[in-house]
């Protein structure tokens, strides 16, 4: 079996191409289920924020993993793979493990370090579980994603320097407009970036904010956590009337402040100037409107290139991350090579219990009159005493598994305790389409029916 990830981010894919190129909540689990079910591909996930859309698939051949991966891709988005190869990352085993590790903890991402990507690969790993198409070697490798990224967060203080799309916007309006303080600002949007934008600029010293956004409601919760008010989206044209910044920061798929209609606006507002945030994917603001005169507009691909101070300390804390994803992806490793000692402790605990019940059957045949807690008594002795002799023989083996030649430690493993045609039965495809471990770690499908259950 082999891991694949195939996607586009903000290195290589502009945000106009990008945007158009996002999973949205509301067809992701069909999304997955589509690809879960395309030819090759045993397990996916997929990660979608505004800087990458990416696909974690489990797949038996790499050819055709990637193959039918990029065409899931291009269909999906009434795309052909051709247009699409200039800006596909694909990336396969050790190399798709180490990237998923460092986009969990940040070090993938445009502002380096940044937090909020933890908490997306946690949404989309939780989507695809409930969606059923995770399975044996999702349900640990994003574990593992997660539980180095909290320790990189925890062990490095990379937090303590912080920086994101939202404050980088913050500081670009700083150095572009000067003091925040005396200024009108509009947010549009009530969502994560929205919050986090307002968080920084309430730190920046502004006072005077309004939230507007689809849903009154939430922008009436977002307006009272940040002491602003909050406004109805039918009422935009005046307040972009009458704000000095605007943020836009929703998930629209249109945009919501065009050229015409920003135009009367402007001669409205006589010659102050309007500068206009767009961190939405896709885009809220039609990129045009930079051309008119008394507007300053920054989106996301403007952030990317702004130098932030304390990116420096963020490098440094990010030195110190890069061993803890290299000994997580040997903890991942060796978890990998132990599957393939599965099947041989399964058979020889098999053995053990076979043999108990038929010592205790012989125990009660000769021993008729002994009575329930005797023989309970003798059954959990025995039991112990089994236990205690597969212990040893059992840890050894899981480590001889990781090893470079583990394949024949388990074969001579089978052959010493007489299990190793018990162990060929149980690596037989069932008849259910499960997924089942082979003694060399491998896994097997069933042919007769694609969709897999993986315990």
């Given at each position: 079996?082999?891991?694949l990830?195939?996607?586009?981010?903000?290195?290589?894919?502009?945000?106009?191409?990008r945007?158009?190129?996002?999973?949205?909540?509301s067809?992701?689990?069909?999304?997955?289920?589509?690809?879960?079910?395309?030819?090759?591909?045993f397990?996916?996930?997929?990660?979608?924020?505004?800087?990458?859309?990416?696909?974690?698939?489990?797949?038996?051949?790499?050819?055709?993993?990637?193959?039918?991966s990029?065409?899931?891709?291009?269909?999906?988005?009434?795309?052909?793979?051709?247009?699409?190869?200039?800006?596909?990352?694909?990336?396969?085993?050790?190399?798709?493990?180490?990237h998923?590790?460092?986009?969990?903890?940040?070090?993938?991402?445009?502002i380096?370090g940044?937090t909020?990507?933890l908490?997306?690969?946690?949404?989309?790993?939780?989507?695809?579980?409930?969606?059923?198409?995770?399975?044996?070697?999702?349900?640990?490798?994003?574990?593992?994603?997660?539980?180095?990224?909290?320790?990189?967060?925890?062990?490095?203080?990379i937090?303590?320097?912080?920086?994101?799309?939202?404050?980088?916007?913050?500081?670009?309006l700083?150095?572009?407009t000067?003091?925040?303080?005396?200024?009108?600002?509009?947010?549009?949007?009530?969502?994560?970036?929205?919050?986090?934008?307002?968080?920084?600029?309430?730190?920046?010293?502004?006072?005077?904010?309004?939230?507007?956004?689809?849903?009154?409601?939430?922008?009436?919760?977002?307006?009272?956590?940040?002491r602003?008010?909050?406004?109805?989206?039918s009422?935009?044209?005046?307040?972009?009337?009458?704000?000095?910044?605007?943020?836009?920061?929703?998930?629209?798929?249109?945009?919501?402040?065009?050229?015409?209609?920003?135009a009367?606006?402007?001669?409205?507002?006589?010659n102050?100037?309007?500068?206009?945030?767009d961190?939405?994917?896709?885009?809220?603001?039609?990129?045009?409107?930079?051309?008119m005169?008394?507007?300053?507009?920054?989106?996301?691909?403007?952030?990317?290139?702004?130098?932030d101070?304390?990116?420096?300390?963020?490098?440094?804390?990010?030195?110190?991350?890069?061993?803890?994803?290299?000994?997580?992806?040997?903890?991942y490793?060796?978890?990998?090579?132990?599957?393939?000692?599965?099947?041989?402790?399964?058979?020889?605990?098999?053995?053990?219990?076979?043999?108990?019940s038929?010592?205790?059957?012989?125990?009660?045949?000769?021993?008729?009159?002994?009575?329930?807690?005797?023989?309970?008594v003798?059954?959990?002795?025995?039991?112990?005493?089994?236990n205690?002799?597969?212990?040893?023989?059992?840890?050894k083996?899981?480590?001889?598994?990781?090893?470079?030649?583990?394949?024949?430690?388990?074969?001579?493993?089978?052959?010493?305790?007489?299990?190793?045609?018990?162990?060929?039965?149980s690596?037989?495809?069932?008849?259910?389409?499960?997924?089942k471990?082979?003694?060399?770690?491998?896994?097997?499908?069933?042919?007769?029916?694609?969709?897999?259950?993986?315990?």
């Amino acid at each position: 079996m082999h891991i694949l990830t195939i996607g586009v981010n903000y290195r290589d894919t502009p945000v106009q191409i990008r945007e158009r190129l996002t999973f949205q909540p509301s067809v992701l689990e069909q999304a997955l289920t589509e690809l879960r079910d395309t030819k090759s591909i045993f397990e996916d996930v997929i990660v979608s924020t505004c800087n990458r859309t990416e696909l974690y698939v489990v797949c038996d051949q790499l050819h055709t993993g990637r193959y039918y991966s990029k065409r899931f891709f291009a269909d999906w988005f009434h795309s052909t793979p051709e247009t699409l190869n200039p800006f596909m990352i694909i990336k396969e085993d050790q190399e798709a493990i180490c990237h998923l590790f460092r986009v969990t903890c940040g070090l993938d991402s445009m502002i380096l370090g940044e937090t909020q990507i933890l908490g997306q690969v946690r949404t989309s790993f939780l989507a695809a579980q409930q969606a059923g198409t995770t399975g044996t070697f999702f349900n640990e490798l994003f574990k593992e994603a997660l539980t180095v990224a909290k320790r990189a967060q925890d062990e490095t203080q990379i937090n303590d320097h912080p920086v994101s799309v939202s404050y980088a916007a913050v500081k670009l309006l700083h150095e572009t407009t000067g003091p925040l303080e005396d200024k009108s600002v509009l947010m549009i949007g009530a969502g994560d970036m929205s919050r986090l934008a307002l968080k920084h600029l309430t730190g920046s010293g502004v006072r005077n904010l309004t939230v507007m956004n689809r849903t009154k409601e939430k922008a009436d919760l977002l307006a009272e956590q940040f002491r602003g008010q909050a406004a109805a989206l039918s009422s935009l044209d005046a307040w972009i009337e009458r704000s000095d910044i605007v943020f836009a920061a929703t998930s629209a798929p249109e945009f919501l402040i065009t050229e015409a209609r920003l135009a009367p606006l402007l001669t409205a507002r006589g010659n102050r100037p309007l500068t206009l945030v767009d961190i939405g994917v896709p885009r809220n603001i039609d990129p045009e409107i930079a051309r008119m005169d008394g507007v300053h507009l920054f989106d996301i691909d403007n952030l990317e290139r702004m130098v932030d101070k304390s990116l420096e300390a963020r490098r440094k804390s990010a030195l110190r991350i890069e061993p803890l994803i290299d000994r997580q992806m040997e903890k991942y490793s060796e978890w990998l090579h132990t599957l393939g000692v599965v099947p041989v402790i399964s058979a020889l605990r098999r053995k053990a219990l076979s043999m108990h019940s038929e010592m205790m059957q012989r125990i009660e045949n000769k021993l008729p009159e002994m009575t329930e807690q005797e023989r309970k008594v003798i059954s959990k002795q025995a039991k112990s005493m089994i236990n205690q002799l597969l212990r040893d023989p059992i840890s050894k083996i899981k480590e001889l598994a990781t090893c470079e030649h583990g394949r024949h430690a388990i074969d001579h493993f089978a052959e010493i305790f007489n299990i190793a045609n018990e162990v060929e039965r149980s690596a037989k495809p069932a008849q259910t389409g499960e997924m089942k471990v082979l003694p060399d770690g491998q896994f097997e499908k069933n042919v007769l029916q694609k969709t897999i259950r993986c315990r």
